[in-house]
């Protein structure tokens, strides 16, 4: 692998000007465009101990929106305040830096996206070992593959399947928003493991995309139904349900998982945009059928990114996993990228190229 | 030990009268005593390969009510039909054997209660292994014992707490319906175990009992609220909830557990007496915090039951683990016991006394 040539071009520095996007107010329901703003901000002035970095790359996330409400959800980062700038992972290239390990040119990923330049102390990681400062190697692929496949996106997939669900190749697996970017992730590790693999998306061109382009064995439009596609796709129960969704597609699982099932509680984008959470009514199912609902975050298995990103890559390389791209340009297109990601118009890994 | 008088006495083949308990009409809301009746019926005749059993001790289990409504739980045995005799968990002494190793005398437990006599086919257990003809050592305790703490209700807690909820020395753990017949094994079994541990239940008296007499380091009335009661006993969250209730009390839960929390799904009384299931709003947090839900049936960890079952009574004759009786006299008695049950007027295990 070499890196692409788009990535890592040294500026000067009276080119350089600074941005970011701030929360104008928090959302009244689903987030609206306007509810964001990107404005020029001071350009980050080198301090002993930091790192100067472009950001080039941004991962545009779900979870993002978790801290636009006024309260985040218990155990989350912090809330935004209105006039606050953003956080999210990004990618970006090293301007100056003052910490050993870390020289002008190298890629790294951290945690300060939603700006064009940060300044990044490696020692002080508000949002912890998720977004912690690391050196990426461009030998394991190009930087889109790192702010995805590589990165959290491929080990949320590949910690929810086998640290959380313990995933075993006879099983029957249901995974929602599937055409997502850790969905996608998931059902494709879900194949390559062996697994008959049963995805679902909101739109009939996802459907077609997790068919054909991942080679899902069965796939539905949720918005037509869940109970009725399920019965039919996995006549005899799910062993295994990845939740992205909540709501009424955990209830359906629920109903459709067999005895000893799990489900690995990875998001639940049906109550992240201003909508009330949608509690299953029939969890006790989980009771009379022993079944395992087990929530996890991914940075809860940060240890393994080395090796899970190894195992990633190569599967890359060798064909079995693929990484669609829902690309936007340019900062001033950030807001419109999380619109649009939340509300289910991307497919793949949404990303904003920011240089 | 030895077994108490009460049990075993043989009785001549002329006073042999049968009677069983009936489901008159599923229950409208809670249910009543009249919505089960008493009646006269056929004294089994005794067949080839079958055990004559009379039944001396029925043990009184939320989980009867489940069969009760007109559907019962996806994976739970089948609804009852109005004019069909309940069954459930009994100790009885065998009248007439044709199965080797069960000969007259001997105490057994089986799955067909609610009747003073019954026909028991061992290789052919409708109930499953929770429900299996099994010979009673007398030695190990009397026929109490046996029905609560050395049965299902032992084997119930004992996995709820080590099984399912990996339960640690140093967990807070926070047991609901703790004065109950599950509940009271796993206060004491998780005190036992060096945790300290914080009960609930629904009466001053009972909440004096979970202090006084079963000696939990805190206890409080959910009637008063859950939220500042387990904020103030304990402060910094809890690790393990061993749920007996679900509904708010799964709600509570959620909201008080630590990071990398487990909760045993045990059973969820909340939901069971006619009351529409309460689906807990806040299950994000299971994603947030990294949080375990683990549904459960004890049937699923029989082949534990030897050695929990001699674990158990080993604590009991130690006098680290008692078990106090709620008893009902008389096949009669059985509605009333049920819906007592039920509704919460009993503390500890609920048993009626057959003959």
């Known amino acids: 692998m070499t890196s692409t040539a788009t990535y890592g071009t040294t500026i000067g520095t009276a080119e350089r000007v600074n941005r970011e996007v701030r929360l104008v107010r928090h959302p009244d329901g689903a987030l609206a465009v306007g509810d964001l703003e990107v404005v020029p901000t001071e350009m980050p002035v080198m301090a002993p101990g930091h790192v100067l970095i472009r950001n080039l790359l941004l991962s545009v996330d779900a979870a993002t929106r ?3 409400d006024p309260v985040s959800p218990p155990g989350y980062l912090p809330a935004l305040k209105p006039g606050e700038a953003l956080a999210g992972m990004v990618i970006g290239e090293v301007v100056e830096s003052d910490v050993e390990g870390f020289a002008p040119g190298d890629l790294v990923h951290h945690d300060l996206g939603y700006r064009d330049y940060a300044l990044v102390d ?14 990426l190697d461009r030998e394991l692929g190009p930087p889109e593959l790192h702010v995805g496949l590589l990165g959290m996106t491929g080990l949320t997939a590949w910690a929810g399947l086998f640290e959380v669900a313990s995933l075993k190749p006879d099983d029957v697996v249901w995974i929602s928003a599937a055409a997502g970017a850790v969905g996608s992730v998931a059902a494709q590790l879900a194949k390559a493991h062996g697994c008959r693999v049963v995805g679902s998306a909101g739109s009939a061109d996802k459907v077609a995309y997790l068919t054909d382009s991942l080679g899902l064995d069965g796939a539905f439009n949720w918005r037509d139904g869940l109970d009725e596609p399920l019965a039919e796709l996995a006549p005899d129960g799910i062993d295994v349900y990845f939740d992205n969704v909540g709501g009424d597609h955990l209830r359906a699982a629920l109903d459709h998982l067999r005895p000893y099932g799990r489900v690995a509680l990875c998001g639940a984008i049906a109550g992240y945009d201003g909508r009330p959470p949608q509690a299953p009514e029939n969890l ?3 009771t009379s059928k022993d079944l395992n609902l087990r929530g996890f975050r991914a940075g809860t298995y940060a240890d393994r990114l080395p090796e899970v990103r190894k195992n990633l890559a190569e599967l890359w390389e060798s064909g079995q996993l693929k990484l669609d791209l829902a690309r ?7 807001p419109e990228a999380v619109v649009d990601m939340l ?13």
């Open 66 to 68: 978790l801290r636009l």
């Open 122 to 135: 490696p020692g002080n990681q508000a949002l912890g070992v998720a977004g912690a400062l690391t050196r």
């Open 284 to 286: 006790f199912a989980a």
């Open 328 to 334: 936007y340009e340019g900062l001033e297109a950030a």
């Open 343 to 355: 509300s289910g118009r991307t497919t793949g890994k949404c990303v904003v190229l920011l240089a």
